[in-house]
């Protein structure tokens, strides 16, 4: 038996955020994919309803002559196409994943405090080093990890209700929608954003912890009216501007990275996401750049710049200091 | 097994403070205090509520700052908290256990992070009660949370265990039950067990030591032995009262038209010539003690 090693306790302490937080982490992505997916069978259901009862026949084979003489070109844009479709689908889970963990890390250090269990956890050997620890784990990699496999679950289920609705129409849907080289680059690719995402979202997850160790009640209202107030204020007095900054300046690397950096992917840049989708109707899918939008290449340079490396560095500080206030407080005093 | 762990012998304390001072803002917490406990004790600290009881709890369990010297175990709890958790245990006040927390994975958690753990202990604490595995803590009673408190903390071989208030709020049948599992299944000479309460009456008869703590300072620290030679309770009828009280008792109260005198160093030998002598109760002896705690 290794009980009581450092690792040891470090796993069961992420089980411990487990048990607790089952309904967020695995529950919430698991329920928004089946929701969406029962959507999308009523709407295929209505429209082929609608479609037979005004008497629309779609022609299948049409179609599938369309695909079948579509030149290697255009059938890269279609499946250039069908990935950013494919990855939209993590929309509603990134949302979800976002309020899950957002939530969790306010509560993290302190609902335990408020209910006194913290007295039960401080009771045994574990490190408060340890144990805020964990829940910087739980939050940035238990939890997108789960979500992604949420994901992955809603887009093959995504792909047998296209697939299904193509054979109800004489279409074969292999060439277009089940492309193996295509799925599995894109799912490695998913799983590569993961630590990425990790990292651009510790300054949010660090503020958080911070603030829900840190306050004594209320930890909602320091981690959110907190950096507003500081932007509405910096708006007002327009500090930024003698240090030729701009007030947008504030709001999207101060306000934004303390609050919204747990969204995965938000750090991919707007201007080249929109570049990016452009360009997939272009000439630009190229033979490695599978999803236009999200290459490889994108993936590596995110972690170089210093929009990364500045978070990290404060992420980690807000992380030393709700480990800091987690020995000195045992309990709220709400 | 910690090796570093500084071997305790049967005369070195298991807690010893010198000048334990805690401030909040302007209140004093803790004045000055001084105390040794020995291993195989049970010591009980009794004071009236704000007395200090918790923040001394506190500061021996390492969870709050405090001025002064204090030692643990040979540890100081500011600075070894963690390792000094392997060898102390404590239940503060009853029902903190996660509401989530479902029962088997309480065993599981403890028996993973802690390696002086028993399981087959625990499990055979739990099999006395009917607490069942799949059970979440919210859905069992005060009493039963207790229990199953009580069973993860007996099951870990610690050098001191520190309960405060732990019965609070419980029926009297959880209550001797809860002592009694203490005296019969957990406690041996090697252990030390330190506990605050109101209940007095309840564990006045397994306390060994009596620590009186009155605005943050000790003011009484003996042996139960040594009460019971140092305060003698005399009933006195009316016509001896006033020799009685001229021998500047602690207390006086009226029992069925006599009088009943607490006397503290007393000759003894003198006294049960005024009436008939007792060993007082430890809650007759708080409430003289502490009499204007509250004025």
Known sequence: ?334 | MNMDMPQVSSTTPIISARGLSKRYGATVALDNVNLQILPGRIVGLIGPNGAGKTTALRAILGLSEFDGELSVLGLDPRTHRTELMEQVCFIADVAVLPRWLRVADAVDFVAGVHPRFSREKCEKFLARTKIKHTQRVRELSKGMIVQLHLALVMAIDAKLLVLDEPTLGLDILYRKEFYESLLNDYFDHEKTILVTTHQIEEIERILTDLMFIKDGRIILDASMEAVGDRYAEVMVAPDKADAARALKPLSERQIFGKSVFLFDGADQAHLSTLGELHKPSVADLFVATMKGTYA
């Open chain 1, 1 to 334: 038996m290794n009980t009581g090693t450092p690792m040891n306790t470090f796993a069961w302490l992420v089980k411990r955020e487990y048990w607790e937080n089952r309904g967020g982490f695995l529950w919430t992505p698991a329920i928004v994919a089946t929701v969406f997916l029962s959507i999308m069978v009523l709407a295929l259901v209505w429209a082929e309803f609608m479609a037979r009862k005004n008497g629309v026949d779609i022609n299948g084979i049409q179609l599938e002559q369309l695909t079948r003489h579509l030149g290697p070109e255009e059938m890269a844009k279609m499946q250039a196409g069908m990935d950013i479709g494919l990855l939209t689908l993590g929309v509603p889970i990134g949302i979800a994943l976002f309020f899950v963990v957002f939530f969790y890390g306010i509560g993290a250090l302190y609902n335990d405090r408020a209910d006194r269990s913290a007295l039960f956890w401080k009771s045994l050997p574990i490190s408060d080093t340890g144990t805020v620890l964990s829940k910087v784990a739980a939050a940035i990699v238990l939890a997108p990890v789960l979500a992604t496999f949420a994901l992955i679950a809603l887009q093959l289920g995504f792909l047998i209700l296209m697939s299904l609705y193509a054979l109800l129409h004489g279409i074969n849907p292999f060439p277009l929608l089940w492309s193996p080289t295509h799925l599995v680059a894109m799912w490695v690719k998913l799983f590569l954003m993961l630590p990425v995402n990790a990292l651009w979202a510790l300054p949010t997850i660090g503020w958080l912890l911070l603030c829900s160790s840190f306050a004594r009640s209320k930890p909602f209202l320091w981690a959110v009216m907190l950096p507003i107030f500081a932007g509405v204020l910096n708006s007002w007095i327009g500090l930024m501007n003698h240090l030729s900054l701009s007030n947008t300046w504030f709001w999207r690397h101060i306000v934004g990275r303390l609050l919204t950096s747990i969204f995965p992917g938000s750090w991919l840049d707007a201007e080249q996401l929109r570049e990016g989708f452009q360009e997939a109707g272009g000439m630009h899918v190229g033979v490695n750049g599978i999803s236009p939008t999200l290459t490889f290449e994108a993936i590596g340079n995110a972690l170089a710049t210093p929009d990364m490396l500045i978070g990290i560095v404060a992420g980690a500080a807000m992380i030393a200091g709700a480990i800091y206030f987690r020995r000195q407080r045992t309990e709220s005093y709400a």
